[in-house]
């Protein structure tokens, strides 16, 4: 079994390799009739720019995209400048430099990665795939008996912030980088994926496709290694499976078939603000402007937000989505489970989590109204401030660095559910209703806790659960997702996951000082 585990971090290695050279190589060659048709696509009609592009980008051969970005780049920022000092505003390129990149890089490359797709695919995708199984598989009887086996977590690099953690860190932070502002250096990953986006949407496959499918790959590889680990308790079985549903069903194939369907791109599950854009001047007039099915997506996505999210939560708490619904839930729970010890548990980590998340939201609510006033007024600006201008701020600060490269780069370093915890304002959202407003809560049986501290050193939220469970006290916390780790962690049983009436559900501990307190009548009370 050792020995298969073995051969399984070989063959993802070499996968995991061969990938991440892939954006630094690459041949790329747009001749003159190409280079018309990107300008014609792109409606440039800035003279300098398609002088620039036509002279010193068609018809040249470039070794690696970083070439032909650079030379793109300048090129456009170079004309943008003389059109403004021109004030020739009908003719600046608003198109962003590596946008534009990576459109004449995606038709241009030539060679053996653009014309053997499906054995690249093998050579990155596949091995990574087969040597990731082939590591996990043998943890079923390797593991031993069913059962939790958290032994030596703190003692493996990979998983106590050693060298492996911090490689791990390294790549996933500079994979989000790539993503949100290298768009071009992707290009060599789209080919990969090109066949199979084409069988979905009928397009080739974009940079955010190639996101959308490894997100879906990483989750159900992980979810294989969630149902070896937890294969004793249904609870976990059942919540990753339905996270793994709805990422790859909702998230994944149902807004592809809808767009070769010539529908707008939308993920249902996908509630505001957590899909912060929803109401973006852009999206609005989109969805107007597509019939039926337009309308029908503003009508759901506001009832979402506004009355199912809510009156889930009332029944369920906000496990319902953070934990079963969730793609970003679902990554955190699967991908980074290995890290979830990683929490912080103290106080000073509670105060600014609360800032944070509830600053975020605000953000968010304030953005949406200076959104919906802009579009309904139809002008760009509310009390002086450029509403583009907040929205850019959101989604670079928020929706780029915060939620992509902070809330999945920092799984190693941080634990797993920090843009869950510290950022995201869908959270905060339920974290309110589930506070003050809902049936949920975890009971806990003081009377049997021994105070090992396992419940507290893996929930992933930063929860202190022992100083609960030592009390006997209900934890009602907003920030609680209900994955039930800290449940099933439990040696004693100690902990348990219910819905019941409001009524005594929150149950704070009365200090009892000598014999004053009549027992009986203050556990009736707290039944």
Same mark, same amino acid.
């Given at each position: 079994?050792?020995?298969?585990?073995?051969?399984?971090?070989?063959?993802?290695?070499?996968?995991?390799?061969?990938?991440?050279?892939?954006?630094?190589?690459?041949?790329?060659?747009?001749?003159?009739?190409?280079?018309?048709?990107?300008?014609?696509?792109?409606?440039?009609?800035?003279?300098?720019?398609?002088?620039?592009?036509?002279?010193?980008?068609?018809?040249?051969?470039?070794?690696?995209?970083?070439?032909?970005?650079?030379?793109?780049?300048?090129?456009?920022?170079?004309?943008?400048?003389?059109?403004?000092?021109?004030?020739?505003?009908?003719?600046?390129?608003?198109?962003?430099?590596?946008?534009?990149?990576?459109?004449?890089?995606?038709?241009?490359?030539?060679?053996?990665?653009?014309?053997?797709?499906?054995?690249?695919?093998?050579?990155?995708?596949?091995?990574?795939?087969?040597?990731?199984?082939?590591?996990?598989?043998?943890?079923?009887?390797?593991?031993?008996?069913?059962?939790?086996?958290?032994?030596?977590?703190?003692?493996?690099?990979?998983?106590?912030?050693?060298?492996?953690?911090?490689?791990?860190?390294?790549?996933?932070?500079?994979?989000?980088?790539?993503?949100?502002?290298?768009?071009?250096?992707?290009?060599?990953?789209?080919?990969?994926?090109?066949?199979?986006?084409?069988?979905?949407?009928?397009?080739?496959?974009?940079?955010?496709?190639?996101?959308?499918?490894?997100?879906?790959?990483?989750?159900?590889?992980?979810?294989?290694?969630?149902?070896?680990?937890?294969?004793?308790?249904?609870?976990?079985?059942?919540?990753?499976?339905?996270?793994?549903?709805?990422?790859?069903?909702?998230?994944?194939?149902?807004?592809?078939?809808?767009?070769?369907?010539?529908?707008?791109?939308?993920?249902?599950?996908?509630?505001?603000?957590?899909?912060?854009?929803?109401?973006?001047?852009?999206?609005?007039? &989109?969805?107007? /402007?597509?019939?039926?099915?337009? *309308?029908?997506?503003? $009508?759901? @996505?506001? !009832?979402? =937000?506004?009355?199912?999210?809510?009156?889930?939560?009332?029944?369920?708490?906000?496990?319902?989505?953070?934990?079963?619904?969730?793609?970003?839930?679902?990554?955190?729970?699967?991908?980074?489970?290995?890290?979830?010890?990683?929490?912080?548990?103290?106080?000073?980590?509670?105060?600014?989590?609360?800032?944070?998340?509830?600053?975020?939201?605000?953000?968010?609510?304030?953005?949406?109204?200076?959104?919906?006033?802009?579009?309904?007024?139809?002008?760009?600006?509310?009390?002086?401030?450029?509403?583009? &201008?907040?929205? /850019?701020?959101?989604?670079?600060? *928020?929706?780029?660095? $915060?939620? @992509?490269? !902070?809330? =999945?780069?920092?799984?190693?370093?941080?634990?797993?559910?920090?843009?869950?915890?510290?950022?995201?304002?869908?959270?905060?959202?339920?974290?309110?209703?589930?506070?003050?407003?809902?049936?949920?809560?975890?009971?806990?049986?003081?009377?049997?806790?021994?105070?090992?501290?396992?419940?507290?050193?893996?929930?992933?939220?930063?929860?202190?659960?022992?100083?609960?469970?030592?009390?006997?006290?209900?934890?009602?916390?907003?920030?609680?997702?209900?994955?039930?780790?800290?449940?099933?962690?439990?040696?004693?049983?100690?902990?348990?996951?219910?819905?019941?009436?409001?009524?005594?559900?929150?149950?704070?501990?009365?200090?009892?000082?000598?014999?004053?307190?009549?027992?009986?009548?203050?556990?009736?009370?707290?039944?």
């Amino acid at each position: 079994m050792k020995t298969l585990q073995h051969l399984g971090i070989a063959l993802f290695l070499v996968g995991l390799g061969i990938f991440t050279i892939l954006p630094f190589i690459g041949t790329f060659k747009a001749d003159h009739a190409l280079m018309d048709q990107i300008i014609k696509e792109n409606s440039i009609k800035s003279n300098f720019l398609v002088n620039d592009l036509k002279t010193h980008v068609a018809g040249k051969e470039f070794n690696g995209v970083h070439q032909l970005s650079g030379m793109v780049v300048t090129a456009l920022e170079n004309a943008n400048a003389t059109h403004r000092k021109n004030k020739e505003y009908k003719k600046i390129v608003y198109v962003k430099g590596r946008d534009l990149a990576a459109t004449i890089a995606k038709k241009s490359g030539k060679g053996f990665i653009a014309e053997n797709k499906g054995f690249m695919w093998f050579l990155t995708f596949g091995l990574g795939i087969i040597g990731a199984l082939l590591f996990i598989l043998p943890q079923v009887v390797l593991l031993g008996p069913k059962g939790i086996k958290n032994d030596g977590v703190y003692h493996q690099s990979s998983t106590n912030r050693g060298w492996i953690a911090w490689l791990v860190f390294i790549f996933l932070v500079s994979f989000y980088l790539v993503l949100y502002f290298r768009p071009e250096y992707a290009t060599n990953w789209t080919y990969l994926v090109d066949p199979i986006s084409k069988s979905l949407s009928g397009n080739p496959a974009g940079h955010w496709f190639v996101y959308g499918f490894m997100y879906c790959v990483v989750m159900t590889v992980m979810a294989v290694r969630m149902y070896i680990k937890y294969r004793h308790n249904i609870y976990q079985t059942v919540r990753t499976t339905s996270v793994l549903f709805f990422q790859i069903v909702f998230a994944f194939l149902i807004p592809e078939i809808m767009v070769r369907l010539q529908m707008p791109y939308y993920d249902f599950k996908n509630a505001f603000p957590l899909d912060y854009d929803f109401f973006f001047q852009w999206n609005l007039k &989109s969805l107007l /402007n597509s019939g039926g099915i337009g *309308i029908f997506i503003l $009508f759901w @996505g506001t !009832i979402l =937000t506004l009355v199912i999210v809510p009156v889930m939560v009332y029944f369920f708490g906000k496990r319902w989505y953070c934990s079963w619904v969730c793609g970003c839930g679902g990554l955190a729970e699967t991908l980074g489970d290995p890290y979830r010890q990683h929490s912080n548990k103290s106080l000073f980590a509670w105060k600014v989590e609360r800032w944070l998340i509830h600053g975020v939201l605000l953000f968010a609510l304030v953005m949406t109204g200076m959104t919906l006033y802009s579009f309904f007024s139809e002008t760009g600006t509310v009390l002086g401030i450029k509403t583009q &201008s907040v929205q /850019n701020v959101y989604s670079l600060a *928020i929706g780029s660095i $915060f939620a @992509g490269v !902070i809330g =999945t780069g920092f799984y190693p370093i941080f634990g797993n559910r920090v843009w869950c915890r510290f950022g995201c304002p869908l959270a905060a959202y339920l974290g309110f209703v589930q506070r003050f407003k809902s049936r949920f809560r975890i009971t806990t049986n003081g009377g049997q806790c021994i105070s090992c501290g396992n419940c507290s050193t893996y929930c992933e939220q930063g929860i202190d659960v022992r100083a609960y469970a030592q009390k006997g006290e209900n934890i009602i916390r907003s920030s609680c997702v209900g994955c039930g780790i800290c449940s099933a962690v439990c040696p004693r049983g100690v902990l348990k996951l219910e819905n019941g009436p409001e009524e005594g559900r929150i149950n704070s501990t009365e200090v009892l000082l000598g014999n004053d307190v009549d027992l009986m009548d203050l556990v009736n009370k707290k039944q």
